[in-house]
């Protein structure tokens, strides 16, 4: 009787790219695979243009290119030429699952991920899907129709079959010690090291609202003894009121409102940070609620309101202000948002609610799954 070969370690190929909200679940699932189980094969498809051109290669995976192909809404020249797009970067997908030897293609969403399920489903590889929002993309629509492994972030989110995980988040988030943290995060960003501190950020773009908001209650934010970390966003402007200090240089004998245009240290942000003003993105309510952050969130007022409902049940529960983006505004800040401030039994509870919505493993049950669902490849 012959003794049964053993099985060679998995190889997964993980879908996604272009904004952050794809490709940060994206990383911390790779990196709970390479953790949890050792010997697996991870290669990712994302396009030239994306964050993920620049963050995968960083983490040291394997990254490789495919065409973007957006999926238009309306009648447009980019719906006449989809087909000979779809089909291009379909065969470009099935290239690398073949050179891979694929087990498992794993989507979450953006433009690269409709043709990895295509092509995936045509060489026979299982998929699994992960959506990160509230109200699923068109890609991931696509995708759940072809596959009963889906993973969803929010309950409610209408896709079949969906098992509710939440959100894959990295180490540097989950295993972060705000307390221990807070001195090293304050001096980074020359704040005082004893104020109550407010970070305001719209992410990596910025948010025009956020930006011209918050700073025109500067004057009522200091006299209040609270100081301000603000993430602009690259190349945006906040306009300061006159005589507010903003020079992270100089050392802090009060309170202070720093801009910085980019953190790539958003740990260090987060420990700084008492509670945050920012945009309702499906990862920041996440990486908020993970941490006990409480949070004035102001959706983005375009798209199709999935950020409102990413923001809704974390709020309901008692862990973050809602506010729609046309309310938000000089007056909000100081009539509502300030007397939450400065009250630290409430601040206390509404960390306390919203550490009882956050998830932090995630991403190794997500890793899990998708193994799972390898085991089933040919």
């Known amino acids: 009787m012959s003794t049964p070969t053993a099985r060679p370690p998995a190889s997964v190929v993980l879908a996604g790219g272009g904004t952050t909200g794809h490709v940060a679940p994206l990383l911390a699932t790779a990196e709970a695979l390479r953790t949890r189980h050792p010997g ?9 243009e994306g964050l993920e051109s620049r963050l995968v290669p960083a983490a040291g995976l394997d990254l490789r290119h495919v065409p973007r192909v957006p999926l238009p809404r309306r009648p447009s020249g980019d719906l006449v030429r989809l087909p000979v797009r779809l089909t291009r970067a379909v065969r470009g997908v099935r290239r690398v699952l073949d050179e891979v030897d694929a087990h498992v293609v794993v989507g979450f969403g953006g433009y690269v991920a409709t043709p990895a399920y295509l092509a995936a489903r045509r060489a026979h590889v299982p998929v699994v899907v992960h959506e990160q929002n509230a109200l699923p993309g ?3 629509k696509l995708g759940a129709r072809l596959t009963r492994h889906v993973a969803v972030t929010f309950p409610g989110t209408p896709l079949p079959h ?32 004893d104020l109550p501190t407010l970070l305001v950020t719209g992410g990596s773009l910025g948010a025009q609202r956020l930006n011209e908001a918050v700073p025109r209650a500067a004057s009522a934010l200091a006299a209040a003894g609270l100081q301000v970390l603000h993430v602009s966003g690259r190349g945006k402007h906040v306009p300061l009121p006159p005589g507010t200090t903003a020079d992270p240089s100089s050392p802090p004998d009060g309170p202070r409102y720093v801009v910085v245009d ?10 700084a940070a008492d509670a945050v003003v920012c945009r309702a993105g499906a990862g920041t309510v996440c990486e908020l609620a993970a941490l006990g952050l409480p949070a004035a969130y102001v959706p983005l007022p ?6 409102r409902l990413n923001a809704q049940p974390l709020v309901a529960a008692g862990g973050g202000l ?14 509502t948002l300030l007397p939450v401030l400065r009250d630290p039994a409430q601040l206390l509870d509404m960390a306390a609610a919203a550490r009882s919505f956050g998830t932090l493993d995630a991403a190794g049950r997500l890793a899990d799954l998708v193994l799972d669902a390898a085991r089933e490849a040919p």
């Open 302 to 307: 375009v798209g199709n309101g999935e950020q």
């Open 40 to 48: 697996t094969r991870v290669t990712v498809l994302g396009t030239r």
């Open 138 to 140: 068109v890609a991931n």
């Open 162 to 193: 969906a098992v509710v995980l939440g959100m894959p988040l990295r180490r540097a988030i989950t295993e972060l010690d705000r307390p221990a943290l807070r001195a090293e995060g304050r001096a980074a960003f020359g704040l005082h090291p």
């Open 262 to 271: 980019y953190v790539e240290r958003m740990d260090l942000a987060y420990a």
């Open 322 to 335: 809602l506010v729609d983006d046309e309310e938000f505004t000089p007056e909000w800040v100081t009539t």
